[in-house]
T-cell receptor, first 116, second 108 residues
Framework: NAGVTQTPKFQVLKTGQSMTLQCAQD?????MSWYRQDPGMGLRLIHY???????DQGEVPNGYNVSRSTTEDFPLRLLSAAPSQTSVYFC???????????????FGPGTRLTVT | GQSLEQPSEVTAVEGAIVQINCTYQ??????LSWYQQHDGGAPTFLSY????GLEETGRFSSFLSRSDSYGYLLLQELQMKDSASYFC?????????FGGGTRLMVKP
């Protein structure tokens, strides 16, 4: 299993450009999420999905869109990039969101995005 | 609102024991998780406590007291490779909220 994969690894955008960060998992996980991590800080939840066709907003959703057409893929779209969106973006997945489970989330390697 | 507080930095020597504390405030709570992140890497899951008490996984243990809104991660027999950032995170129904992280430096 490849686990959680993300592309690209690095990206530089100009202010106002749009782009899509790709995320895929091959573990048949129901739950997927996107986080951003600014230098020296914790992770903040952007959007999440509890299953195909279902998405919801996290803590910092403004400026980002997501879709979940398949179980495997959960792309994150930046609508109009701003310097404040310079960050490292992590995609994560977990089997489900059942209180009886361990809540282990598997993280992808991250995408380092710079907006100039 | 929801927030988690952790010390920003902890330093310890190789072979020692270190405890990283986490206090939280939340309007809903299902459990507390701990993640490790090496510089430039992705977070990796260490442990999860849904109930009060101690969970042990090898050299790492995690403790939760729901009545005190408090938990800690205990690392024993520290090794140089344990130098990393450690995050507590609480689950409050479909969402995981992370603390700011504790940077652990292990010295020889």
């Amino acid at each position: 299993n490849a686990g959680v994969t993300q592309t690209p690894k690095f990206q530089v955008l100009k202010t106002g450009q749009s782009m899509t960060l790709q995320c895929a998992q091959d573990m048949n996980h129901e739950y997927m999420s996107w986080y951003r991590q600014d230098p020296g800080m914790g992770l903040r939840l952007i959007h999440y999905s509890v299953g195909a066709g279902i998405t919801d907003q996290g803590e910092v959703p403004n400026g980002y869109n997501v879709s979940r057409s398949t179980t495997e893929d959960f792309p994150l779209r930046l609508l109009s990039a701003a310097p404040s969106q310079t960050s490292v973006y992590f995609c994560a997945s977990s089997q489900n969101w059942d209180s009886a489970t361990t809540y282990e989330q598997y993280f992808g390697p991250g995408t380092r995005l710079t907006v100039t | 609102g929801q927030s988690l507080e952790q010390p920003s930095e902890v330093t310890a020597v190789e072979g020692a024991i270190v405890q990283i504390n986490c206090t939280y405030q939340t309007s809903g709570f299902y459990g507390l998780s701990w993640y490790q992140q090496h510089d430039g890497g992705a977070p990796t899951f260490l442990s999860y406590n849904a109930l009060d008490g101690l969970e042990e996984t090898g050299r790492f243990s995690s403790f939760l007291s729901r009545s005190d809104s408090y938990g800690y991660l205990l690392l024993q027999e520290l090794q140089m490779k344990d130098s990393a950032s450690y995050f507590c995170a609480h689950n409050a129904g479909n969402m995981l909220t992370f603390g700011g992280g504790t940077r652990l430096m292990v010295k020889p």
